[in-house]
């Protein structure tokens, strides 16, 4: 294999080139991404970011990295269509042959087609954490469209700045697409008692300069408006070039789209989970890079291996971080420890653990998850303690 593309400059799609090199791959090798400069990290641009300004720390690797390793980095160059039949990449007047293409385009911010939607602020590049960082440097009246991670930590650090704060959420609780009622309650409870204003099962129906209407017809007014209502999966390439999509770019347990010169990884593909064998999309920095290391072994050694890691996710919001651990459900029940590690299951088997500033339970969860299923009835056996199993 002489030439491998990476679409993609993001966290997984620079861990693929890392990796490629790390197993010993000596061919041509591309990164192609969207926008100009170095690669960086996203995760910071909602919480340290905001704060710091420091944009230098957030650099996945300097630029000497790339000329040490012979990474050909193509950066402020978008893709415009893949030629299957030719393993081509054509992007603007140029075209980049490969033996084998890795799809790691990410995601993009969720519009939702109410009016005014284009006032408000992004929260998902450099440029819009610059934008947001300049818009906080004065008091502001901020309303945040999503009790997400993204809003919720957004809104933390806003309130620790000074700045008075609305968080309007369509559904009934926070973050209801990833953790328990009862967490969400918990988080509910932090950002009320830091001052932040909560609209639940409100959804914002109209946004204007000064301000946005809610479905109840309550008005906020605001002078900074942050639309944080989820994101959707870059899949328009691989759908032109023919590949199967399905909330993401359909993969099998190897990460091999049905064309087998063409990988996909992290937010942008669909798997199948480990577990429950349906197709899952995680957003997650964890899976990318861990999907970009197995993609590069699979290339380089010829390894077999199926994705089957632990998901893992986290957040840092004010002074608490919750981390998960497993894939859950909504309609996963609950078992709440006494110190608040949050035990999801689903049937007879737990499938996550949600903990607040512990980080010892969470590896825990993390270390005993990957070796085999944990059970409702032998964790209660144990006293909801993992470290007794």
Same mark, same amino acid.
């Given at each position: 294999?002489?030439?491998?593309?990476?679409?993609?400059?993001?966290?997984?799609g620079?861990q693929?080139?890392?990796?490629l /090199?790390q197993?010993?791959?000596?061919?041509?090798l591309?990164v192609i991404?969207?926008?100009?400069g170095?690669?960086y990290?996203r995760p910071?641009?909602?919480?340290?970011?905001?704060?710091?300004?420091?944009?230098?720390?957030?650099?996945? /690797?300097?630029a000497?990295?790339?000329?040490?390793?012979?990474?050909?980095?193509?950066?402020g160059?978008r893709?415009?269509w893949?030629?299957?039949?030719n393993?081509?990449?054509?992007a603007?007047?140029?075209?980049f042959?490969?033996?084998?293409l890795?799809l790691?385009?990410g995601?993009?911010?969720?519009?939702?087609?109410?009016?005014?939607?284009e006032?408000?602020?992004?929260?998902?590049?450099?440029e819009?954490?610059v934008?947001?960082? !300049?818009?906080?440097a004065?008091?502001?009246?901020c309303?945040?469209?999503?009790g997400?991670?993204i809003?919720?930590?957004?809104?933390a650090v806003a309130?620790?700045?000074?700045? %008075?704060?609305?968080v309007?959420?369509?559904?009934?609780?926070?973050?209801a697409?990833?953790?328990s009622?009862?967490?969400?309650?918990?988080?509910?409870?932090?950002?009320e008692?830091?001052?932040t204003?909560?609209?639940?099962?409100?959804?914002?129906?109209?946004?204007?300069e000064?301000?946005?209407?809610? %479905?109840?017809?309550?008005?906020?007014e605001a002078?900074l408006i942050?639309? !944080?209502?989820?994101?959707v999966p870059?899949? =328009?390439l691989a759908?032109?070039?023919?590949?199967?999509?399905e909330n993401?770019?359909?993969?099998?347990c190897?990460?091999?789209? =049905?064309?087998?010169?063409?990988?996909?990884?992290?937010?942008?593909?669909a798997?199948?989970?480990?577990?429950?064998? /349906?197709l899952?999309?995680l957003?997650?920095v964890? %899976?990318a890079?861990?999907?970009?290391?197995?993609?590069?072994?699979r290339l380089v050694?010829?390894?077999r291996?199926s994705?089957a890691?632990?998901?893992w996710?986290?957040?840092?919001?004010?002074d608490?971080?919750?981390?998960?651990a497993?894939?859950?459900?909504?309609a996963?029940?609950?078992?709440?420890?006494?110190?608040?590690?949050?035990f999801?299951?689903?049937?007879? /088997?737990?499938?996550a653990?949600e903990?607040?500033?512990?980080a010892k339970?969470h590896?825990?969860?993390?270390?005993?998850?990957?070796i085999s299923?944990?059970?409702?009835?032998?964790?209660?056996?144990?006293?909801?303690?993992?470290?007794?199993?």
């Open positions: 294999m002489e030439r491998i593309v990476v679409i993609g400059s993001g966290q997984g620079v693929a080139a890392i990796s /090199r197993e010993g791959y000596t061919g041509k591309t991404g969207a926008e100009s170095l690669p990290q910071p641009l909602s919480k340290a970011f905001l704060k710091s300004g420091d944009a230098d720390a957030l650099r996945l /690797r300097p000497a990295f790339y000329e040490k390793n012979n990474i050909d980095l193509v950066d160059t893709v415009e893949i030629d299957r039949a393993r081509v990449v054509h603007g007047a140029s075209a042959g490969y033996d084998h890795i790691a385009t995601t993009r911010n969720l519009r939702p087609p109410i009016p005014g939607a006032l408000a602020l992004d929260l998902r590049t450099l819009d954490a934008r947001l960082r !300049a818009a906080l004065a008091p502001r009246r309303a945040v469209i999503g997400g991670f809003g919720l930590e957004f809104a309130r620790s700045l000074g700045h %008075a704060v609305t309007a959420e369509a559904a009934p609780r926070l973050m697409r990833v953790v009622p009862e967490m969400s309650a918990r988080f509910l409870a932090l950002h008692a830091m001052g204003s909560v609209r639940l099962a409100d959804p914002a129906v109209a946004i204007s000064d301000g946005i209407m809610l %479905a109840g017809g309550d008005r906020i002078d942050l639309m !944080a209502a989820g994101v870059n899949t =328009e759908q032109g070039a023919g590949l199967a999509v993401g770019v359909v993969v099998d190897r990460l091999v789209t =049905e064309d087998p010169a063409i990988s996909a990884l992290g937010d942008c593909c798997f199948p989970d480990p577990v429950t064998d /349906r899952v999309r957003e997650s964890q %899976a890079t861990d999907h970009a290391r197995l993609i590069a072994r050694r010829g390894e291996a994705y890691a632990v998901p996710f986290w957040s840092d919001q004010s608490h971080k919750l981390q998960i497993g894939l859950s459900s909504a996963d029940g609950a078992i709440v420890r006494g110190d608040g590690a949050t999801r299951f689903c049937g007879e /088997r737990i499938s653990v903990t607040v500033n512990d339970t590896m825990q969860a993390r270390k005993r998850l990957a299923p944990i059970f409702v009835r032998d964790l209660e056996a144990a006293g909801l303690d993992l470290g007794a199993l």
